[in-house]
Nanobody, 126 residues
Framework: QVQLVESGGGLVQAGDSLRLSCAAS????????MGWFRQAPGKEREFVAC????????YYADSVKGRFTISRDKAKNTVYLQMNSLKPEDTAVYFC???????????????????WGQGTQVTVAS
């Protein structure tokens, strides 16, 4: 079992930056692959970014490439999502997800993840 707790969401202006954190507790073998997803009002949840266990391999959705950076601190068992140059269309609830070994790369589909956080709201005003 893995528990995921996101934090760092809030209300910002377009062009601002925000850093989300996802603290994982429980079996570390179940959080080998970590990802971020988001869900805007009236839309389906979509993939944002994922990172491998060592943190040296990352993958991004085209919509955030070049603006967002995913990273992880294994000592703290925490994954971060640094979001720069935020746009109003980035407004969504952001979810952290985790899974153990055996996933393909990139791990960009919801059903590839076993554990989910409760989400944190990010609102970008124009």
């Amino acid at each position: 079992q893995v528990q995921l707790v996101e934090s760092g969401g809030g209300l910002v202006q377009a062009g601002d930056s925000l850093r989300l954190s996802c603290a994982a507790s429980g079996r570390t073998s179940s959080s080998v692959r970590m990802g971020w997803f988001r869900q805007a009002p009236g839309k389906e949840r979509e993939f944002v970014a994922c990172v491998n266990w060592s943190g040296d391999r990352t993958y991004y959705a085209d919509s955030v490439k070049g603006r967002f950076t995913i990273s992880r601190d294994k000592a703290k068992n925490t994954v971060y999502l640094q979001m720069n140059s935020l746009k109003p269309e980035d407004t969504a609830v952001y979810f952290c997800a985790a899974r153990g070994l055996g996933a393909s790369w990139p791990t960009s589909y919801e059903d590839e993840y076993d554990y989910w956080g409760q989400g944190t709201q990010v609102t970008v005003a124009s």
